[in-house]
């Protein structure tokens, strides 16, 4: 479900209806059935097929999320603040990762049915997060309630946002324009071929160190909550780092973009060499490439392939993202099944096979992104651009507008 809800619908209801209440649906209909997965607990009889559903509509609540989260900056984070705010933003899955890992394995193992307290607090959570999320946000700076008007116009003249509305209609998005655009294909490329191993090795962490270091599932379980905390940091500090860089004038926007792109590309494919030499002998070896996989790959949270929609397609971030991410993230799953078919037994010969597939990936994306990735909005997905009628947009040509501080 994660999988397809994202295809183009978070970007396109986050455009149409708000951000706010899109987050609003999504975390409280989550919510609702995580609440529900912790009541069957208490069953005389486990409803498999229940549990199925429920899961699925976790996914399908949480898949319009990212989306919506891309569309919300590109009207609220002006292209000079937007690597800091968006890192920030972005935390929060991190952190939130970390520490239910930590907890959830600590929970297990000191109580009975521990995992239906960690469903319980997650509930609990999404509930509370719910209330405060409708109490103090808006769609856009217009509607804020308590934003001076200062910090209003400011944020409105830098990213063109008016507060209203748009309705947007299949035909009224620029396909021809986006599919020619050099650099949104070029992020395009970059996104799936990261997300192709990224989600790979997010679901099969756990065999590589218990099954091909050999090392305790609760050691296991603690190095990668410390590694997910870890990509918290260094999302965090490149979208930071970014920003000052770019006002202090000494990278430009773009080139600040393919420097961190470039860590979170081609770093994970270094690991893959690491870990090609990694078996129960190189114990230590294996947890440091570990933990410097989980890192690099905050970078592209904080600076790189995620928040570069809304710099280059800010009309139309939300709904591009989403089929990126779709195709992403269909790229992953694809990269699980590939990983099936090949790895029978867990030796570290069928491992390598796929440690050189990921990391050939890796390197593709990294390099597509180098040659013709860019941080500068395309004329046609401006938010002025995207008020006029389908034909007018055709009419605009794949010329630049060039942000401040941005170097030609």
């Given at each position: 479900?994660?999988?397809?809800?994202?295809?183009?619908?978070?970007?396109?209801?986050?455009?149409?209806?708000?951000?706010?209440?899109?987050?609003?649906?999504?975390?409280?209909?989550?919510?609702?059935?995580?609440?529900?997965?912790?009541?069957?607990?208490?069953?005389?009889?486990?409803?498999?097929?229940?549990?199925?559903?429920?899961?699925?509509?976790?996914?399908?609540?949480?898949?319009?999320?990212?989306?919506?989260?891309?569309?919300?900056?590109?009207?609220?984070?002006?292209?000079?603040?937007?690597?800091?705010?968006?890192?920030?933003?972005?935390?929060?899955?991190?952190?939130?990762?970390?520490?239910?890992?930590?907890?959830?394995?600590?929970?297990?193992?000191?109580?009975?049915?521990?995992?239906?307290?960690?469903?319980?607090?997650?509930?609990?959570?999404?509930?509370?997060?719910?209330?405060?999320?409708?109490?103090?946000?808006?769609?856009?700076?217009?509607?804020?309630?308590?934003?001076?008007?200062?910090?209003r116009?400011?944020?409105?003249?830098?990213?063109?946002?008016?507060?209203?509305?748009?309705?947007?209609?299949?035909?009224?998005?620029?396909?021809?324009?986006?599919?020619?655009?050099?650099?949104?294909?070029?992020?395009?490329?970059?996104?799936?071929?990261?997300?192709?191993?990224?989600?790979?090795?997010?679901?099969?962490?756990?065999?590589?160190?218990?099954?091909?270091?050999?090392?305790?599932?609760?050691?296991?379980?603690?190095?990668?909550?410390?590694?997910?905390?870890?990509?918290?940091?260094?999302?965090?500090?490149?979208?930071i780092?970014?920003?000052?860089?770019?006002?202090?004038?000494?990278?430009?926007?773009?080139?600040?973009r393919?420097?961190?792109?470039?860590?979170?590309?081609?770093?994970?494919?270094?690991?893959?060499?690491?870990f090609?030499?990694?078996?129960?002998?190189?114990?230590?070896?294996?947890?440091i490439?570990?933990?410097?996989?989980?890192?690099?790959?905050?970078?592209?949270?904080?600076?790189?392939?995620i928040?570069?929609?809304?710099?280059?397609?800010?009309?139309?971030?939300?709904?591009?993202f989403?089929?990126?991410?779709?195709?992403?993230?269909?790229?992953?799953?694809?990269?699980?099944?590939?990983?099936?078919?090949?790895?029978?037994?867990p030796?570290?010969?069928?491992?390598?096979?796929?440690?050189i597939?990921?990391?050939?990936?890796?390197?593709?994306?990294?390099?597509?992104?180098?040659?013709?990735?860019?941080?500068?909005?395309?004329k046609?997905?401006?938010?002025?651009?995207?008020?006029?009628?389908?034909?007018?947009?055709?009419?605009?040509?794949?010329?630049?507008?060039?942000?401040?501080?941005?170097k030609?």
């Open positions: 479900s994660l999988i397809f809800s994202p295809l183009p619908l978070g970007g396109w209801l986050a455009t149409v209806l708000g951000a706010k209440w899109v987050y609003a649906t999504s975390l409280g209909t989550s919510s609702l059935a995580t609440v529900a997965l912790t009541i069957m607990y208490t069953m005389p009889n486990t409803h498999v097929i229940l549990i199925f559903i429920l899961r699925f509509i976790i996914g399908l609540a949480h898949g319009v999320l990212f989306p919506a989260t891309v569309a919300l900056w590109s009207l609220w984070a002006v292209p000079q603040e937007r690597s800091t705010l968006a890192s920030i933003g972005f935390c929060g899955t991190h952190l939130g990762t970390s520490v239910t890992m930590l907890t959830g394995g600590l929970l297990c193992r000191y109580l009975n049915s521990g995992w239906m307290y960690l469903f319980s607090m997650s509930a609990f959570l999404g509930f509370t997060w719910l209330v405060l999320w409708i109490w103090l946000t808006a769609d856009a700076p217009n509607h804020h309630k308590t934003i001076s008007a200062h910090e116009d400011y944020i409105c003249s830098l990213t063109g946002s008016t507060g209203k509305k748009r309705a947007m209609s299949l035909a009224s998005i620029p396909w021809k324009n986006i599919i020619t655009s050099k650099p949104l294909m070029a992020l395009m490329v970059t996104h799936i071929a990261n997300l192709f191993g990224l989600f790979f090795f997010l679901t099969n962490f756990g065999k590589i160190l218990t099954q091909l270091l050999r090392l305790p599932a609760q050691l296991t379980g603690y190095i990668l909550a410390f590694g997910f905390f870890l990509t918290l940091i260094s999302s965090l500090t490149s979208g780092a970014t920003d000052h860089l770019v006002r202090a004038n000494t990278l430009s926007l773009t080139s600040a393919k420097l961190f792109n470039s860590l979170t590309s081609f770093l994970p494919a270094l690991c893959m060499l690491s090609y030499f990694c078996d129960h002998t190189q114990k230590l070896l294996g947890t490439t570990t933990l410097v996989f989980l890192a690099s790959s905050g970078l592209g949270y904080g600076s790189g392939y928040v570069n929609f809304a710099d280059i397609v800010p009309a139309y971030s939300g709904v591009i989403g089929i990126a991410n779709t195709f992403a993230s269909l790229a992953g799953f694809i990269g699980n099944i590939i990983a099936g078919k090949i790895v029978k037994q030796v570290l010969a069928q491992w390598r096979i796929l440690y597939i990921f990391g050939s990936v890796y390197v593709i994306g990294g390099i597509v992104y180098l040659l013709f990735g860019s941080a500068i909005p395309r046609w997905a401006k938010m002025q651009a995207a008020s006029t009628t389908a034909k007018q947009e055709e009419a605009f040509s794949e010329e630049e507008t060039v942000p401040m501080n941005e030609i």
